[in-house]
């Protein structure tokens, strides 16, 4: 089946660093979405993308929209509530349901 | 960031019970999905909606679950008999249009199944 790929599966960063996220597809993919996930299991959506970059504060994801089988979220300048798991999750091409294929998670850190 | 209801948070059901959670969906939202999210972080797409017509949904849902969502109430999802593999956290999310959209997740309701 349709694969999504995430790294690293655990990432713990100082406060005040910058770090990179990373969802490879093993199939072009239509769009992706970034979530946050808490401690309560509430999935916070980060960013939608088809195509290109977004940016909001510390975050910014890209998509490659070349070729459409890879997408990043950069953390800049990371602060302790920017802990939790984050989960990329991606819509394949297909007419008439945009159903999210997940990755499997980072389980980020931060530290003081 | 998301206006989707679940209820309830958390359901303790025994093995052969019947489960079952709601959702209502941002308003405006025709179209509705269910996923499980299990301990492992595996997501898997159950079903979906748009309006009242389901649109998609897999195999272990069409035999075991019991899904709606009728208008001018919250959508289901019911399993019919609770298995202790169904212990998972149940997402609902919801999204204007079966085209490239946001999907909007709730809370999620976590079931236990003893």
């Known amino acids: 089946g349709d694969q999504v790929e995430q790294s690293p599966s655990a990432l713990s960063l100082h406060e005040g660093t910058d770090s990179a996220l990373r969802c490879n597809f093993t199939t072009t993919m239509r769009s992706v979405q970034w979530f946050r996930q808490n401690s309560r299991g509430s999935l916070i959506s980060l960013f939608y993308?088809?195509?290109?970059t977004k940016e909001n504060g510390r975050l910014k994801s890209a998509f490659d929209s070349k070729e459409r089988r890879y997408s990043t979220l950069h953390i800049r300048d990371a602060q302790l509530e920017d802990s939790g798991t984050y989960f990329c999750?991606?819509?394949?091409?297909?007419?008439?349901?945009?159903?999210?294929?997940f990755g499997q998670g980072t389980v980020l850190s931060v530290i003081p | 960031n998301s206006k989707v209801i679940q209820t309830p948070r958390y359901l303790v059901k025994g093995q052969g019970q019947k489960a079952k959670m709601r959702c209502i969906p941002e308003?405006?939202?025709?179209?509705v999905f269910w996923y499980q999210q299990n301990k492992n972080n595996e997501f898997k797409f159950l079903i979906n909606?748009?309006?009242?017509?389901?649109?998609?949904q897999i195999d272990m849902t069409e035999k075991r679950f019991s899904a709606e969502c009728p208008s001018n109430s919250p959508c289901s999802l019911e399993i019919q008999s609770s298995e202790a593999g169904d212990s998972a956290l149940y997402l609902c999310?919801?999204?204007?249009?079966?085209?490239?959209?946001?999907?909007?997740f709730g809370p999620g309701t976590r079931l236990l199944v003893l």
């Open positions: 999310a919801s999204s204007l249009g079966t085209g490239s959209d946001t999907q909007y």
């Open positions: 999750a991606a819509e394949v091409f297909t007419g008439g349901n945009n159903k999210l294929t």
């Open positions: 993308l088809a195509s290109g």
């Open positions: 308003k405006g939202h025709p179209v």
């Open positions: 909606f748009q309006n009242q017509e389901v649109l998609q």
